[in-house]
């Protein structure tokens, strides 16, 4: 695997917000794609994103994902802090 050709695990969390708000741009959405295809870990990481967010859209309350709870979910999944987090 060439770590130069395409995203690095840093560049996708940096980006993973975005990415599961679907706010990133077609370019970038689809080298996060390969990078997850090529990366378990950061798939486990997308995967349980989403599954949580569609919890919480199921559930009717809001339907926008809470600030709060995907800070604790990047808690709970041992992510950088420092992610950003805003829209
Ligand atoms: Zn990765």
Known sequence: MN???GLECQDLL????AYIDGEL???LCGKIEAHIESCPNCKVVINTLKRTIQLYQEDGESETFPLD???RLFTALDLDEDLDLSD
């Open 14 to 17: 940096n980006n993973i917000s």
């Open 69 to 71: 709870a995907r800070h």
């Open 3 to 5: 770590h130069h050709h």
């Open 25 to 27: 741009d077609d370019e």
